[in-house]
């Protein structure tokens, strides 16, 4: 979010009293440099900072922060009631991690190879559909949101993809009033391999098959939307759609 922004919605904030949580688990896999946080601006202390390392170093590691003066005597409660604790060992390897210096060394490394393996994936679905599709170009995280610009029901074709082997995230998901089901989260955070080359190409052949002709309706009758109300998927063999 532009910093004018930021300090527009902080503005907000501070005027109606409401307190923020400012989801920050990609900020440090951007591939132009690290990027303020609201919370940085916060001199109220509604902005309640939340990260992960599950994202930038490993989903297996299910550890993150918070940061809130505010709130924190709550914030430790809540975790407390819910969660008792977490392993002390791990805590203080990641700790020990995050003091040598590695961790910026491996941020380094990452961020070069998840921006490689992002422009593959851009390069594997340009070439499957060149003119049919719309998405922008990532700046970090690890997925791409991408768009196609023909009549595509990507919720109905989930199961038929399903039993071809091919795991798909339908863009309806993302969305509280299903909107979106011409479009498709996708993660580069895999190597666009063989493997994701042969399901990318399976789904071409179920789009093609199952395609809505000449008509701005889904399989079950319901108006899709259009123009930039319309979004993507992401695409893996079935097994690897959590990666």
């Known amino acids: ?9 902080l503005d907000l ?9 400012e989801d920050d688990i990609y900020r440090e896999l951007s591939f132009t440099g690290r990027l303020s946080p609201l919370k940085a601006l916060d001199e109220q202390d509604r902005v309640i900072l939340c990260g992960s390392y599950s994202k930038a170093l490993s989903r297996d590691l299910r550890l993150g922060w918070v940061l809130s003066k505010r ?5 430790v409660y809540l975790q407390l009631i819910t969660q008792l604790a977490n392993s002390h060992f791990v805590q203080q390897g990641l700790n020990d991690y995050l003091i040598s ?12 190879v998840l921006y490689r393996q992002s422009q593959d994936w851009i390069q594997a679905l340009r070439t499957r559909w060149p003119d049919s599709i719309e998405f922008d170009l990532p700046q970090g ?24 082997g091919v795991a798909i995230t339908p863009g309806p998901l993302f969305s509280v009033s299903g909107d979106f089901r011409q479009a498709l989260r996708l993660s580069f955070a895999p190597a666009c391999s063989s493997q994701h080359q042969s399901a990318l190409d399976r789904l071409q052949r179920l789009m093609q098959e199952h395609q809505v002709k000449g008509a701005d309706t889904d399989s079950l009758g319901r108006r899709l939307p259009s123009g930039r109300e319309q979004q993507i998927i992401g695409v893996f063999p079935a097994g690897c759609e959590d990666q």
């Open 1 to 9: 979010m532009p910093e004018a922004h930021q300090r527009r919605l």
């Open 141 to 164: 995280g690890l997925c791409l949101w991408v768009e196609w610009q023909q009549p595509i029901d990507t919720l109905a074709l989930y199961p038929l993809a399903q039993q071809q």
């Open 13 to 21: 904030a501070n005027k109606h009293e409401i307190t923020l949580i």
């Open 71 to 75: 709130w924190h005597k709550q914030i």
């Open 101 to 112: 210096g590695d961790y910026d060394r491996y941020l380094r490394q990452s961020i070069s």
